[in-house]
T-cell receptor
Framework: AQKITQTQPGMFVQEKEAVTLDCTYD???????LFWYKQPSSGEMIFLIY??????QNATEGRYSLNFQKARKSANLVISASQLGDSAMYFC???????????????FGTGTRLTIIP | KAGVTQTPRYLIKTRGQQVTLSCSPI?????VSWYQQTPGQGLQFLFE???????NKGNFPGRFSGRQFSNSRSEMNVSTLELGDSALYLC??????????????FGSGTQLSVL
């Protein structure tokens, strides 16, 4: 079974500082994808970044980067130069390669509530 | 391009009633999946549909059902509502391939309160 663990329920970070949100995962699949989503108070889940299990380079998307350590099964999200608008819930999620056609299921962690302090 | 649209945004029901939630995916997306989000259980997968067929189902009782229409729009139905069904129900769409890097696009959800 797949499992995502996010051990930080909440974090407070000063504006303009960098922040790392932790995520560890467990799967027996060889091929899988790791995602980070942001959920502001409006409720919508916003895609931030993706890392494939076979990708050798860490993924980057603007101010977001993913620190992927496959041997440790960790996929931490790094936000550089945090902004007030970054305050939200952040979810780590995983999808594995399907045995049958159809793999839209994402397994989510419990999330980290990030608050940026002016 | 319009995003994923979920209606209604808020819903209040009483125990024992049934409810139907609607989701219109992004144009061209053939896959729709549903998630339940509660403070206690977090985000849990309900089911996914592709081309009007249910491809995958989470661990929820039979009171939770869904369907997808030929235009890819999807509905989720919960019968005999219980207090524990109070949650944010999120719908997500994707083109529907087998690629692990295919991201899901989420709607803003329907907040269901059962009294």
């Amino acid at each position: 079974a797949q499992k995502i663990t996010q051990t930080q329920p909440g974090m407070f970070v000063q504006e303009k500082e960098a922040v790392t949100l932790d995520c560890t995962y467990d799967t027996s699949d060889q091929s899988y994808g790791l995602f980070w989503y942001k959920q502001p108070s409006s409720g919508e889940m916003i895609f931030l970044i993706y890392q494939g299990s076979y990708d050798e380079q860490n993924a980057t998307e603007g101010r977001y980067s993913l620190n992927f350590q496959k041997a440790r099964k960790s996929a931490n999200l790094v936000i550089s130069a945090s902004q007030l608008g970054d305050s939200a819930m952040y979810f780590c999620a995983m999808r594995s390669s399907p045995s049958n056609f159809g793999n839209e299921k994402l397994t989510f962690g419990t999330g980290t509530r990030l608050t940026i302090i002016p | 391009k319009a995003g994923v649209t979920q209606t209604p945004r808020y819903l209040i029901k009483t125990r024992g009633q049934q409810v139907t939630l609607s989701c219109s995916p992004i144009s061209g997306h053939r896959s729709v999946s549903w998630y339940q989000q509660t403070p206690g259980q977090g985000l849990q997968f309900l089911f996914e549909y592709f081309s009007e067929t249910q491809r995958n189902k989470g661990n929820f009782p039979g009171r939770f059902s869904g369907r997808q229409f030929s235009n890819s729009r999807s509905e989720m139905n919960v019968s005999t509502l219980e207090l524990g069904d109070s949650a944010l129900y999120l719908c997500a769409s994707s083109p529907g391939t087998v690629l692990t890097n295919e991201k899901l696009f989420f709607g803003s959800g329907t907040q269901l309160s059962v009294l």
